[in-house]
Every structure is written in structure tokens, then in C-alpha cells.
């Protein structure tokens, strides 16, 4: 008998899940709204021209494979943090935040949530918003801390349920966690409003929470890397200490090179020294050090005036194009075909997902009858979106509600 006879079979990933279903689909008019990955007006994958000009850069300084350090390339994390947090910020100024290179976004957020497994002094438990991306909840599972929910999503008014969240935050045991998507929530595409993000960080400091922040999207929500780290910036000057993940899957397209960073601002330069050095501790048992390429990529943009204008306006042109998918989207529901229902927040969501209101059974019907695939929660990228699909996509849609 083998070892593994009772190896039970685990369920496919709820996201992952769709892009097979999808490939498996012969018909040529299938569209792919389940994953989370920025395609062009074509539907085709997109390399960021700066992204391509910043490999040459790196590839004609002909570098060498050495290993890095157990934190990352130092030049890309000082970088990363700046990024971040902003030039003006007290942390960076005082050089008080302790940062890691991660394996993108994820990799940031397992290693913070190991992290606060190890040295939080208080509450194990993290608050998450119902719902969240969904692999936040075994990440922080595995990661040894104790998953809770707060509401977040308010299904009669596809908006935020901003009492339930403030509710539930006064609610939650004095110090616990709190997890925050700094921007273009996953997978509603609501965010708060900077005066809701206020009120939450009065509710934070009064609770003594503390905040740890997913920053997936930097520029992706509004096209300005500086306003889409606004709730970051201002529970920072708030004297808030923080945990924050970044990404540059998706800012950069770097998705496959698993760039990201992970920080937790600090009291002053010694503490910071020591949670460095028990980053190191987590990390080198982990995976020892990380990946090279995408590290040089993302700082040879970050380190370079005018690439890092050009990556911006590219970011822009990304944000844009998918407000304008959602422009059309809600125009050829709500006013050509006029389908059954209010799609006004199709066009007031932000980031790359929209949260339609599309029940499973409807999601069931438009992957069986129309080849469209999005996940059954009814979110789809906007991303996947473009003027070749997004006519046909409307009207099986509208096929799927009457
Ligand atoms: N957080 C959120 C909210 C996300 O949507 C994603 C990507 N889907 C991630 C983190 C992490 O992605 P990655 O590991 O590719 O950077």
C-alpha cells in the first residue's frame, strides 16, 4: 500500500480553476475574466515598455548570479519603501522601516504573517474583510494567527457596508490585527473614501489594532502611485506603526518574476535593527534569499528618473484604459440594452476587478451558454476586457439576467 493512500483529493483553486476551465473552452468567442492579470486592448498579455527597457539596462550592466542577501537587493527594497511610503514621510526620513524583498505579494504577506505569529506581543488573531482575496485566509491560517472577519461589502447597495465595518472593528478584542487593502480592494473594487479611511484610523488607534496593509495594486486604482498610497501615507502620519506588503505584479506586470517587499515601521534605528535581524531569522529557514531578476528590473525603473516617469504614465495608461472598459460596460447594460438592475457601481468600482452582483447560478450559466469565465462569486477582471469582447460580453450579461 502507498504512503500517500490517504491523501485525501483537495478542491481545484477557486481562481486557478477558471483559467482551466477556460482553456479547455474551444469556442472562439470564450473571454477569461477570472484572473487577476492585466491584458491590452487585444486580450494579450502586456510587457510594460519600461519594464523591456529596464531589462536591457540591467542585462548590459552584464550582472552576475550570486546569491543576494537574505533581505533582498538593498538598492530595491530603499527603493520599494520610498515607493510606499513617499519621500516626505517621518519613517523614511528617520530610516525607521524595516524592509525585506519578498516573493511578490504573497511571499510578503506569509512572511508578515509569520512575523506576527513569532513577535506580536498581543492578540493572535487577524481581522479580515468579508470577503477578501481568497487565498488571504489560509496564508494567515498557515502563518499560525487566528483568521476573524469584519464586514466589508453590503450587498444591497454593492457598496461599502461601512457601519458593519466600523462596528465590527469596536467590536474586535483590544490590540488585535487588522488586515487593510490599501487600494482597489480585491475582489469588490471598493475602497473607503479618504475620509472613511480617517475615521477607520481614529477606530484603529482608539482600538489599539494594529494595521497591516495589503498594497497589491500601487497605481493600478487610480493611475497615481502617490494617491493610491494615501490610507498607507496617512495612518503613517497618524503615528500608527504599521505592517504593509507591495506587489509589483501588478504595477510593473512582473507577475511571473515574484517581486514584492515586505516593512514594518519601527520605533527607531536600533529597534529597526532588530527586526531586521529577525526577518533574516524567518526568512533564511524559509527560502534563504530570493530571486534575482525581477529585484534588478523593478529597481532599474525605481532608480531612473525618466524610466520611473515613463513606468508612471504606463500605470496610467493601464488605470485608464480599464476606467474606460468600465464606462462602456455600464453604458451598454444600463442604457443600449437596459438590463434588468442598477450597474451604476460597475463604473464607480475601482482597480482590476469589479464585483457585479452576478449570482453563481448566473456565472454557472454565462461559462455553459456563452464560453464567459469569471469566478462564481461574480467578480471579473475588467482587465480581460477590451472593444473586440466587450459587446459580447454585455449581451450574455443581459442573456444571463432576463
Ligand atoms: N493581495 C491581493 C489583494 C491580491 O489581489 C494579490 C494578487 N491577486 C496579491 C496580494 C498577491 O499577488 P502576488 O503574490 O502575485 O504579488
Not at 468567442?29 to 498579455?45: F, H, S, T
Not at 500605470?315 to 484604459?321: H, P, S, Y
Request: glycine share 8%; charged share 20%.
Amino acid at each position: 500500500v502507498s504512503t500517500w493512500s490517504n491523501v485525501p483529493a483537495g478542491p481545484p483553486d477557486p481562481i486557478l480553476g477558471v483559467t482551466e476551465a477556460f482553456k479547455a473552452d474551444k469556442d472562439p468567442r470564450k473571454i477569461n475574466l477570472g484572473v487577476g492579470a492585466y491584458r491590452d486592448e487585444n486580450g494579450k498579455p502586456y510587457i510594460l515598455p519600461s519594464v523591456k527597457k529596464a531589462e536591457e539596462i540591467v542585462q548590459s550592466s552584464k550582472p552576475d548570479k550570486e546569491y543576494l542577501p537574505i533581505t533582498g537587493l538593498p538598492e530595491f527594497t530603499k527603493n520599494s519603501a520610498l515607493l510606499a511610503y513617499g519621500a516626505e514621510s517621518d519613517v523614511i526620513k528617520q530610516g525607521t522601516v524595516a524592509i525585506t524583498q519578498s516573493i511578490s505579494g504573497t511571499g510578503a504577506l506569509r512572511i508578515g504573517g509569520a512575523f506576527l505569529a513569532r513577535h506580536y506581543p498581543h492578540s493572535k488573531a487577524i481581522y479580515l474583510p468579508a470577503p477578501t482575496w481568497g487565498n488571504h485566509i489560509p496564508l494567515f491560517g498557515d502563518s499560525g494567527l487566528e483568521v476573524r472577519k469584519y464586514r466589508y461589502f453590503n450587498k444591497e447597495t454593492v457598496g461599502l457596508d461601512f457601519e458593519g465595518l466600523k462596528a465590527d472593528l469596536k467590536a474586535a478584542p483590544e490590540q488585535s490585527i487588522v488586515l487593510l487593502h490599501a487600494c482597489a480592494h480585491n475582489p469588490t473594487g471598493i475602497d473607503p473614501t479618504p475620509e472613511q479611511w480617517a475615521e477607520i484610523s481614529d477606530i484603529v488607534k482608539e482600538k489599539k489594532l494594529f494595521p497591516f496593509f495589503d498594497m497589491a495594486y500601487q497605481g493600478f486604482a487610480s493611475g497615481s502611485t502617490a494617491k493610491d498610497a494615501f490610507a498607507v501615507r496617512h495612518f503613517v502620519s497618524q503615528g500608527h506603526q504599521i505592517a504593509l506588503a507591495q506587489s509589483f505584479a501588478k504595477n510593473m506586470g512582473l507577475y511571473g518574476e515574484r517581486v514584492g517587499a515586505f516593512s514594518l515601521t519601527t520605533a527607531d534605528p536600533a529597534e529597526k535593527a532588530r527586526v531586521d535581524s529577525q526577518l533574516k531569522i524567518i526568512i533564511r529557514p524559509m527560502y534563504s534569499n530570493p530571486p534575482l531578476h525581477g529585484a534588478r528590473i523593478a529597481n532599474a525603473i525605481l532608480n531612473n528618473a525618466d524610466l520611473y516617469t515613463q513606468w508612471e504614465s504606463e500605470v496610467k495608461g493601464m488605470a485608464d484604459r480599464i476606467i474606460s472598459m468600465r464606462e462602456k460596460l455600464y453604458t451598454t447594460l444600463q442604457k443600449d440594452l437596459n438590463t434588468p438592475g442598477e450597474w451604476g457601481h460597475i463604473k464607480s468600482q475601482i482597480g482590476m476587478f469589479s464585483f457585479t452582483g452576478l449570482t453563481s447560478p448566473q456565472t454557472k450559466a454565462l461559462a455553459e451558454k456563452a464560453h464567459v469565465y469569471m469566478t462564481a462569486d461574480g467578480r471579473i477582471s475588467m482587465a480581460g476586457l477590451n472593444g473586440n469582447n466587450i459587446e459580447y460580453f454585455a449581451q450574455s450579461v443581459d442573456a444571463a439576467v432576463r
